[in-house]
């Protein structure tokens, strides 16, 4: 009788351990707030647009209105590789690599 039991000891305290941790919540879920107040927002689309417009992105944050806000360019391409080397037989060093 006292073999039985210390057998059955470590199957019974895996199944009891299981239940206790059933009950709390999955890693990454908790603490859960549960009592939180769901808010509705009481600004409405027009004073949104309004605002986005008097407070413009700062410059050079990628977005599509800038992007579409950027000039196109007048130089060919050709232009711009005979001005590359133009700077590079000046002196100029195009920085590259990890440490540019």
């Known amino acids: 009788m006292q073999a039985k039991n210390i057998a059955l000891a470590p199957v019974l305290a895996a199944v009891f351990a299981g239940n206790a941790f059933a009950a ?21 689309r027009a004073e949104v647009i309004k605002q986005a417009i008097a407070n413009p992105p700062a410059a050079g944050v990628n977005t599509a209105v800038a992007y579409k806000a950027d000039a196109p360019s007048n130089v060919s391409r050709a232009e711009v590789r005979k001005q590359t080397r133009d700077a590079i037989a000046a002196g100029y060093q195009i920085k590259s690599g990890e440490m540019s």
């Open 24 to 44: 709390q919540p999955v890693s990454g879920e908790g603490p859960l707030f549960q009592n939180e107040v769901a808010a509705v927002s009481t600004v409405s």
